[in-house]
């Protein structure tokens, strides 16, 4: 298993421009998530998704949209690109309520992307 | 929302020592795992402690759920253990994978 897959690593966009960052998992998980961490302030919940099809705000979700056509794959887009949106990117994904025993609530992170924007 | 705090927000050892990293959260929790982020930036799952002890190896950690605080201890320290470490909490009805950090604490093993 490769786990949780998250591309491009790096990425540099200017002001108003539009991306996905993309996130797949092979692990057939139910939940999905996607984090910004910031220097000195953890890891923030932008978007997550419970399964094909659902996906709900997180607390930071403002100039983020998020859709979930598959299970394995949940990319996360940016509308228009703006500098408060230069972070780093991580997706997650936990297996849910159909995994089995207590290995149903460990939270896989990917590598991140490191988001710049000027 | 909940809120998750953790100490002591930097901490540097010398190699072989031991330590504790606390986390407190102000209500209850239906999930609450220990995180590392190593110096290269990947995040690895310590430990899923709703409440209890559990080990692995040189890391053990205690969640007093009725206390609302978990304890992370880190014995015999070594230069790989250095990195940021987190607590993230879930609260709420459906454990849903919707976690809460905190903001870290940060490790220095020296040699």
């Known amino acids: 298993n490769a786990g949780v897959t998250q591309t491009p690593k790096f990425q540099v966009l200017k002001t108003g421009q539009s991306m996905t960052l993309q996130c797949a998992q092979d692990?057939?998980?139910?939940?999905m998530s996607w984090y910004r961490q910031d220097p000195g302030m953890g890891l923030r919940l932008i978007h997550y998704?419970?399964?094909?099809?659902?996906?709900d705000q997180g607390e930071v979700p403002n100039g983020y949209n998020v859709s979930r056509s598959t299970t394995e794959d949940f990319p996360l887009r940016l509308l228009s690109a703006a500098p408060s949106q230069t972070s780093v990117y991580f997706c997650?994904?936990?297996?849910?309520?159909?995994?089995?025993?207590?290995?149903?609530?460990?939270?896989?992170f990917g590598a991140g992307t490191r988001l710049s924007v000027l | 929302g909940i809120q998750v705090e953790q100490s002591p927000p930097d901490l540097i050892l010398q190699e072989g020592a031991n330590s504790t990293l606390r986390c407190n959260f102000s209500?209850?929790?239906?999930?609450l795992q220990w995180f590392h982020q190593n110096p290269w930036g990947q995040l690895i799952n310590l430990f899923y402690?709703?409440?209890g002890t559990k080990q692995n190896g040189r890391l053990s950690a205690t969640t007093v759920a009725t206390e609302r605080y978990s304890l992370l201890y880190i014995s015999s320290s070594q230069t790989t253990d250095s990195g940021v470490y987190f607590c993230?909490?879930?609260?709420?009805?459906?454990?849903?994978?919707?976690?809460?950090f905190g903001q870290g604490t940060t490790l220095q093993v020296k040699p």
């Open positions: 997650a994904s936990r297996a849910g309520t159909s995994g089995g025993g207590l290995a149903k609530n460990i939270q896989y």
């Open positions: 692990m057939n998980h139910e939940y």
């Open positions: 998704s419970v399964g094909a099809g659902i996906t």
């Open positions: 209500d209850s929790v239906n999930n």
């Open positions: 402690i709703p409440s």
């Open positions: 993230a909490v879930h609260h709420g009805s459906s454990n849903t994978g919707k976690l809460i």
